[in-house]
């Protein structure tokens, strides 16, 4: 029998949706996918977060999630996948995680520690540090690289709003992952100039996740929003199944 549409013409049996944005970023740049996932009926919240250090970050996370009132699928975009590898093993209401070009680190190990074993990327090799301690990416290496596949007057606009990193960030280290102990699917940026290719296909390896490559620049869900979103919708089919068989 069919699922049933529940309150605000959500199915029954459909997670909830959380979109997590990375650094130099915000809640917006998940517009595309949002559109997608709300015309098939889900419930989505792209929240915005502080950056100014990992404890805030899950901090915000884990409120978020304490609203849902069903089983959600989070999804991560480059920083954003610290954020949701952060909640360990207490990751209230959350069924999959969803890595979009993003950061899946192992217990004990750092941002700074994985970038420092290769040359700077083209999108971060210019950062600009603010007497607070917040790294800005400036405008060309915005443009040309972190989203060098998105239409330049568009990528001008996401410069602008841009949210900075706290550079602390990058010496934090990540405790128990949360990928240890929940399903998780990764999509590779193959074009990436902020995150190394490789680097997240080795993210993706070891974490077992089901994985997906498109030709795209480090913001997938910006350039790709179809190929994210039958990502994210992958993962919900994936987890109801398991629903249904336990």
Avoid at 36 to 50: E, M, S, T
Avoid at 82 to 90: F, H, P, R, S, V
Avoid at 219 to 242: C, F, G
Wanted: with cysteine; charged share 20%; proline share 7%.
């Amino acid at each position: 029998m069919a699922a049933q549409d529940g309150p605000n013409g959500v199915m029954s049996d459909q997670p909830n949706i959380v979109l997590v944005h990375g650094a130099w970023a915000d809640g917006s740049s998940w517009a595309g996918v949002i559109e997608r996932l709300q015309a098939d009926g889900y419930k989505v919240i792209a929240p915005q977060f502080p950056l100014s250090g990992l404890a805030g970050d899950v901090a915000r996370l884990r409120q978020v999630l304490a609203a849902q009132q069903r089983p959600t699928i989070v999804a991560g975009h480059s920083y954003g996948g610290q954020i949701i590898t952060a909640l360990g093993g207490d990751a209230p209401n959350v069924v999959g995680l969803v890595y979009v070009a993003a950061f899946g680190l192992d217990e004990g190990e750092s941002l700074g520690a994985l970038l420092e074993q290769g040359p700077p990327a083209p999108a971060t090799a210019h950062m600009i540090v603010d007497t607070e301690g917040f790294a800005w990416l400036p405008e060309d290496d915005f443009v040309n690289h972190f989203a060098g596949d998105v239409d330049r007057a568009k990528a001008k606009v996401m410069c602008a709003v841009q949210q900075p990193l706290l550079t602390a960030a990058f010496g934090e280290p990540m405790g128990t992952p949360a990928w240890k102990a929940l399903p998780s699917w990764y999509m590779v940026a193959t074009e990436d100039e902020a995150l190394p290719p490789q680097a997240e296909r080795q993210f993706a390896e070891r974490m077992g996740a089901t994985t997906v490559e498109v030709p795209s620049s480090h913001v997938a869900m910006v350039s790709r929003p179809d190929q994210v979103t039958r990502l994210i919708l992958d993962a919900s089919a994936a987890v109801r199944r398991e629903e249904v068989l336990t």
